[in-house]
């Protein structure tokens, strides 16, 4: 079992609605990331928090709003989406922002359609 | 210019076999790492095995390892004994040390492993 925790795991919602994805560790790891996945193509880079501060935004649109409440939680907060934003958005944390040597552990994931 | 390259995008091996999936990287940092991920249909990235920039060892991790060859600039991942369960999307990434993408992962296009029984 992942030690990255994702709801859900498929949410499909439709232009005009408000929703929120939810990632949670409990690995004592001070950064977390939102990346967005296309079908067969890499994850794509969203937004780094480092110590609950947003170190990190990838130019993404504002209809995403991400929040850490707490070092153990990131919530990613959806509005008014469009189509293309239907994907895969993997959560993941590491112990640091820019430790060398210290991967990223991803959660599951939650696939996003939008109608 | 790409930063992470695999150049295989789908790969076969039949069961029991090794296989070798190609990775190269370009970058003028002298300090960076090198990650492997499998990603199956379900979704997960499950972080495989890290190489350090000035690991003088290539690393293993039970059946994976990893042949660094720093001057070629090549990082390839070797799975032994393949199983059905390797089955999966594999993606080699980078980190760098330093410069505007100190800290990021960049992931190369990934490779398609099926293994047959």
């Known amino acids: 079992d992942t030690e990255v925790t994702q709801t859900p795991k498929h949410l499909v919602m439709g232009m005009t609605n408000k929703k929120s994805l939810k990632c949670e560790q409990h690995m004592g790891h001070r950064a977390m990331y939102w990346y967005k996945q296309k079908a067969k193509k890499p994850p794509e880079l969203m937004f780094v928090y480092s110590y609950e501060k947003l170190s990190i935004n990838e130019s993404v649109p504002s209809r995403f709003s991400p929040e850490c409440p707490n070092s153990s939680l990131l919530n990613l907060h959806l509005h008014a989406l469009q189509p293309e934003d239907s994907a895969l958005y993997l959560c993941a944390s590491s112990q640091a922002w820019r430790g060398g040597n210290q991967p990223q552990h991803f959660g599951d994931g939650t696939r996003l359609s939008i109608l | 210019a790409q930063k992470i390259t695999q150049t295989q995008p789908g790969m076969f091996v039949q069961e029991k076999e090794a296989v070798t999936l190609d990775c190269t990287y370009d970058?003028?940092?002298?300090?960076?790492?090198l990650f492997w991920y499998k990603q199956p249909s379900s979704g997960e990235m499950i972080f495989l095995i890290y190489q350090g920039s000035y690991d003088e060892q290539n690393a293993t991790e039970g059946r994976y390892s990893l042949n660094f060859q720093k001057a070629r600039k090549s990082a390839n991942l070797v799975i032994s004994a393949s199983q059905l369960g390797d089955s999966a999307m594999y993606f080699c990434?980078?980190?760098?040390?330093?410069?505007?993408?100190?800290?990021?992962?960049?992931f190369g296009q990934g490779t398609i492993l099926t293994v047959h029984p």
């Open positions: 970058t003028s940092d002298q300090s960076y790492g």
């Open positions: 990434a980078m980190r760098e040390g330093g410069g505007t993408s100190y800290g990021k992962l960049t």
